[in-house]
């Protein structure tokens, strides 16, 4: 082959990057007629990343004057970029090889979940005022080990190796929102009874908070800054607030204008804590400066004017992932302020209860539950193809559950019996906790060639 000549590989990654980088630019028309002679599969997604192949082609051309204002930042090891590559062939197990391990029952729907940040404990919450802290290695521990060796253990190895290490009774309504402290043994939960409160879980004689925040309404959502020194609240109220965690000191913005006209469903801060998001009932997603506690952008109605359930920041920050009634979900860039990628085929058209999607630990999978099927959705983060969905409902029945590996409660193996109302993903493995008006909270992993 002489020098020059494109394999036909090279030449269909070329192809696909002109069709990605029109789409970048605005010219969608121009993509999809390309896209009809070209045929891709799958699906191209808008990506700047010619115009940075081209850029460093232009560095390298003889005699020509070094380009300013070019970054040489290299893309992350994991987490979605679609800057860099938007073929990434990953290894990671899609959500329709995930295997329930373990169910956990509280006396009321299961709500709200939070997953600590080394990924070895789990938090659950539920409309019955309660929460409980699971350890994940107790979890994978328990479903692995027969049922006939776990008969023989006495009642002090039974509770040593309980995968519920705490049960906490400290509020009075229904727990809507938990989260671990990112660098504390501290759990922080928001609930209907007006409060947020602090726990010191790692003391196992402690049941009741030893810090609280009295709110003015009913608590829908929380999030902790990366440092754990503030954290943010929402409430039924449109009023987002900012609490100093020591001094319980309370911060809202200076302008009436920046907040929102509804109820605030979600709110997230990026990973440095330099910015943060908020999804409302009025159907906007906003954007804000994490230092200045102003709003600096606004995506008005984000889904088409229905309710914005969930917002969740991509590793790197350059991303927003959202969800809405509208059961669609969304890939937001920020540098443009607009969709780059909709991950359609959840549900009916429009979902009756709030719901969350999120990425997988590396970011190559979005993961959605559909309300109208009972199912987990997974689609390939980087160009929206569908993969195989997991069922989440009764019907479910796994081959691991047959064989007796596991301790779990009669239709563990059947999967939930109600609406799946929040899901949640290990960040650091392969590992699924989905919470249902069951009363359950299912944890699901993947556990490879065992």
């Not at 969304?330 to 429009?350: F, H, P, Q, V």
Request: charged share 20%; net charge neutral; glycine share 6%.
């Amino acid at each position: 082959m002489s020098e020059g000549t494109l394999t036909v590989r090279e030449r269909d990654v070329m192809y696909r990057m002109i069709i990605s980088q029109l789409l970048h630019d605005g010219y969608h028309e121009s993509a999809q007629l390309l896209s009809k002679v070209i045929q891709p599969v799958p699906d191209c997604p808008p990506s700047n990343r010619l115009q940075k192949v081209v850029q460093l082609g232009l560095r390298a051309e003889p005699n020509r004057k070094p380009l300013t204002q070019y970054s040489d930042t290299v893309a992350p090891a994991s987490g979605i970029d679609l800057d860099f590559d938007t073929e990434v062939q990953t290894n990671e197990p899609e959500a329709a090889m995930y295997e329930t391990c373990y169910v956990t029952s509280h006396k009321g729907a299961c709500r709200a979940a939070a997953w600590s940040s080394d990924g070895q404990l789990i938090a659950t919450a539920s409309a019955d005022a309660s929460i409980k802290v699971l350890d994940v290695e107790r979890m994978l521990a328990k479903s692995a080990t027969p049922a006939a060796i776990q008969a023989m253990e006495n009642q002090q190895q039974s509770v040593e190796s309980h995968p519920v290490i705490r049960t906490l009774y400290d509020h009075t309504d229904e727990v809507t929102a938990v989260e671990f402290h990112p660098t504390s043994p501290i759990l922080v939960s928001g609930s209907k009874d007006y409060t947020v409160k602090f726990f010191q879980f790692s003391k196992s004689t402690v049941k009741k908070a030893f810090r609280i925040i009295h709110e003015v309404e009913k608590v829908k959502c929380l999030a902790l800054h990366p440092t754990g020194d503030y954290i943010l609240i929402g409430t039924k109220h449109p009023t987002l607030r900012l609490y100093d965690v020591n001094s319980l000191q309370c911060f809202v913005s200076s302008n009436p204008q920046d907040q929102h006209k509804g109820s605030i469903l979600s709110v997230k801060y990026n990973k440095t804590g330099n910015m943060y998001a908020t999804g409302s009932k009025d159907g906007d997603i906003k954007l804000w400066d994490g230092v200045s506690n102003r709003c600096i952008n606004t995506f008005y109605k984000a889904h088409g004017g229905e309710p914005v359930c969930s917002v969740q920041f991509s590793k790197n920050g350059k991303y927003i992932l959202s969800s809405g009634k509208d059961s669609l979900v969304k890939l937001w860039e920020l540098s443009t302020s607009r969709t780059l990628i909709t991950y359609t085929g959840a549900g009916s058209d429009k979902q009756k209860h709030r719901n969350n999607p999120v990425f997988n630990h590396t970011e190559d999978y979005v993961l959605f539950p559909d309300e109208k099927t009972t199912s987990l959705c997974c689609w390939d983060s980087r160009n929206a193809e569908r993969n195989k969905l997991l069922s989440l409902g009764k019907s479910q029945i796994y081959q691991f559950s047959l064989m007796g590996m596991g301790q779990m409660d009669q239709e563990s193996g059947e999967g939930h019996n109600g609406v799946v109302r929040f899901i949640l993903h290990s960040p650091t493995g392969p590992g699924l906790l989905t919470c249902s008006d069951d009363f359950r909270a299912r944890f699901w992993y993947y556990r490879g060639g065992d």
